[in-house]
């Protein structure tokens, strides 16, 4: 253990959260800090309570969110401990099926469990704050939300490699526009080991065009996995609606499901390039799908095509807690249009994956714009995110993605 630490100290009474195992330890928690040199951003700190008890080691960051924990133990955060927590992520991967039992499946087959996608590392949710881990194939897409994560890139990547073995062949670090701007890390994104051109990766059998170079999060909504299954049980004989619907996840599984037709519609023309691709690579030369570059709401207003299964996947509405009173309008706004205009007898799925949004506010939102809409509204279903972006149950901050299904009269 390196006992050169440098020293956080909290104000008094500030150190009952800890006693909580949350993972986070807010700016007006700390009293003050001692250390031979003053700290920067990014380094591993223990934590003390007010008085001189030890409580935890973690990343030191400037922001709200001070200190990311790492660990409640006094142990040393080298090779072994990153080593030991991806090996960890790794087993839970396992025990739910995403991961195989023996390594990644390289399978190219169309076999509906084919599957080499999936999340390993959630962040909080794994012990890693701060810490995305993304596999695609051979490829592990490495993501930074703190400071701490990015000066440790070069340790966690060569842990990973130990964890994964042979199954991986190249590391990606995209940490450009997750790190916090005012650090200027000067950070860019590339290979932090092997390389890969190779960007097809397989969910449930389902063929897709990874854009880890250029695309939203590590390249795909890998969070939206289960509920596009359910897409799929329900798309039978249906007229499809998928709103933005970025790489087509949602409107690929409609295709399976056996859709009537599917209408893609995203205000960027680079992610309807890559729905098409997606589409093309499953269904070639299949006349059902079309994809339209507009805004969503325009599109829902001037839309003549009658749609009973209708997809709402926004980006998140609000970032924080300062945007919450505008996102339930939007979500509100969002969903009376689809009530408005979805054919009786119509199932909607509708989400949002704002964090400052929780389900009771959500699913409010959503009751207000059926009222609106004088529509006779059913739960179906109540969905979240997948279990490989599992809960740390100390850090109730970590469920984010909130959805209903609904059958609309």
């Known amino acids: 253990m390196n006992f050169e630490l440098k020293k956080i100290f909290l104000r008094k009474g500030k150190e009952e959260s800890l006693g ?3 993972p986070w330890i807010f700016s007006g928690a700390i009293h003050h800090t001692e250390g ?16 001189g008890r030890f409580l935890a080691i973690g990343h030191w960051q400037i922001g709200s969110i001070a200190v990311r924990v790492l660990t409640f133990k006094r142990q040393p955060i080298d090779q072994a401990f990153w080593q030991k927590r991806l090996a960890a992520a790794l087993d839970v991967r ?15 087959s169309s ?4 599957n080499d996608i999936y999340r390993l590392v959630h962040g909080e949710g794994d012990n890693l704050p701060g810490l995305v881990i993304d596999i695609y194939g051979a490829t592990a897409v490495m993501q930074a939300h703190s400071v701490g994560m990015h000066v440790c890139r070069n340790e966690l990547a060569a842990a990973l490699r ?3 073995g042979e199954s991986l062949k190249a590391i990606y670090y995209k940490s450009e526009t997750t790190l916090p701007f005012k650090a200027q890390l000067g950070q860019e994104d590339g290979f932090l080991w092997g390389e890969s051109n190779d960007n097809i990766a397989r969910e449930n059998g389902l063929a897709f065009h990874i854009d880890w170079l250029k695309g939203q999060k590590t390249g795909f909504f890998v969070d939206q996995r289960d509920n596009r299954s359910l ?21 690929v599984y409609a295709m399976r499901g056996g859709a009537e037709l599917v209408h893609s519609v995203d205000s960027s023309a680079k992610a309807v390039e890559l729905v098409d691709a997606n589409i093309e690579l499953n269904f070639p030369g299949d006349t059902r799908h079309n994809a339209f570059a507009e805004d969503a709401f325009k599109f829902m207003e001037q839309m003549q095509e009658r749609y009973n299964l209708i997809i709402l996947d926004p980006p998140a509405f609000a970032k924080h807690k300062d945007a919450l009173k505008n996102a339930l309008r939007g979500y509100t706004k969002l969903n009376a249009k689809a009530f408005e205009k979805i054919q009786s007898g119509g199932i909607l799925f509708t989400f949002s994956c704002s964090q400052a949004v929780n389900k009771d506010q959500f699913r409010t939102a959503v009751f207000t714009a059926a009222a609106m809409a004088h529509r006779k509204v059913r739960i179906l279903h109540q969905l979240h995110q997948p279990a490989d972006h599992p809960i740390n149950i100390y850090h109730p901050e970590g469920e984010y993605l909130k959805g209903l299904v609904l059958y609309v009269e």
């Open 162 to 164: 130990e964890v994964m």
């Open 20 to 22: 909580r195992f949350h």
């Open 231 to 251: 897409v799929e049980y329900y798309a039978k004989g249906r007229r499809v609606l998928n709103m933005f619907c970025y790489t087509g996840g949602f409107s």
């Open 94 to 108: 396992k025990t739910i099926g995403v991961a195989s039992k023996e390594e990644i499946v390289k399978s190219k």
């Open 36 to 51: 031979s040199s003053a700290l920067e951003e990014g380094d591993i700190v223990e934590v003390l309570a007010s008085d």
């Open 111 to 114: 076999n509906s469990k084919c």
